[in-house]
C-alpha cells in the first residue's frame, strides 16, 4: 500500500467525540485515523507504544483498517541547528480503534466501548467532521485545559471578547466540538425549514387569540420544544 502524504501544514491535532479524547489524529478523506501512540495514551497504558504494538501482533487482521502516512519533521541537532525529517507512521480509522480497544483488557476499554461502538457507527454514517477553520482550532485548545478550572474559564470568556459573543455560546461550541459537531449548524431548508416555519406561524397566532394560554400548553399542542416556544415568543409574564 503507497503510503498517504501528510502536507506539513497538516500536523496530527486532537480529536474529540463524546467521552473519546485521543491527542493525535489526522484526517484522510474526512475519516479520522488515529496513532499507535494515542490510543494506547488513551486507554492508559504505561508504555502506550509498545502495549498496542503487542495488540496488533496478537491480532494482525487489524492492520487492515490502517493506512501508512508520511509526514516531515522538523528536529535539531543539538548545536542550535535544525533539519526536516521525513517519517512513516501507521494510522488507524475508526474500525482499527474499535478493534484495538476491544482487544485490550484495561479497565477503560470496558468503560467506554459503548463510546467506541458510537464512534464507529458515526464514522460509517458518514457524521464525522474534521476541523474546520482557525476558531475550531482555538475552541480545541480551551477543550484540552482542565474542565471546571479557572484558566478554562478565563480562556472563555477571553474568545468571548474577541468574538463579540457569549461566554455560553462558547461553551456550546466547546459541548459542540467534544461532540465533533460542527460549530455552526446549518441554516434548516426544505420540508423541515417549512414545517418549522409554519409551526411558529401556528404558536404566534394562539399567543395572540389567547394570550392567557401557557407556554407548556402550547408546546404541549402543536408537539415542540418548550425551549423552542421560549425562542417564538419571549418571556411571558407569568407560565
Same mark, same amino acid.
Given at each position: 500500500m503507497e503510503a498517504q502524504i501528510i502536507p506539513k501544514d497538516q500536523v496530527f491535532y486532537p480529536f474529540f $467525540? !463524546? !467521552?473519546i479524547r485521543l491527542e493525535e489524529a489526522c484526517w484522510i478523506d474526512g475519516i479520522?485515523? $488515529?496513532?499507535?501512540?494515542? *490510543?494506547?495514551e488513551w486507554l492508559g497504558y504505561r508504555d502506550p507504544q509498545r502495549a498496542v504494538a503487542k495488540i496488533i501482533k496478537r491480532n494482525p487482521y *487489524?492492520?487492515?483498517f490502517s493506512t501508512v502516512v =508520511?509526514?516531515?519533521?522538523v528536529q535539531s541537532t543539538g548545536k542550535g541547528? =535544525?533539519?526536516?525529517?521525513?517519517?512513516e507512521i501507521r494510522v488507524y480509522n475508526p474500525i482499527g480503534f474499535q478493534?484495538?480497544?476491544f482487544e485490550s483488557h484495561q479497565p477503560k476499554a470496558k468503560a467506554y466501548k459503548i463510546n467506541v461502538a458510537n464512534l464507529t457507527l458515526a464514522y460509517v454514517q458518514g457524521r464525522l467532521t474534521p476541523p474546520q477553520g482557525p476558531l475550531t482550532f482555538q475552541v480545541m485548545d480551551i477543550t484540552c485545559l482542565p474542565e471546571h478550572s479557572r484558566e478554562r474559564g478565563d480562556a472563555i470568556r477571553e474568545l468571548a471578547q474577541d468574538l463579540n459573543k457569549s461566554p455560553w455560546? *462558547?461553551?456550546?461550541y466547546i459541548k459542540r466540538t467534544e461532540n465533533n459537531e460542527p460549530l455552526v449548524k446549518k441554516t434548516p431548508t426544505g420540508y423541515a425549514w417549512k414545517r418549522s416555519r409554519e409551526a411558529k406561524a401556528k404558536a404566534e397566532r394562539l399567543h395572540k387569540r389567547l394570550p392567557g394560554m401557557k407556554y407548556k400548553d402550547i408546546s404541549r399542542l402543536l408537539n415542540i420544544n418548550i425551549r423552542t416556544i421560549y425562542k417564538w415568543l419571549g418571556s411571558p409574564k407569568e407560565d
Open positions: $467525540f !463524546q !467521552q479520522p485515523h $488515529f496513532t499507535r501512540e494515542a *490510543i494506547g *487489524i492492520n487492515n =508520511k509526514l516531515t519533521t541547528e =535544525k533539519y526536516e525529517r521525513e517519517m478493534l484495538i480497544v455560546t *462558547i461553551r456550546r
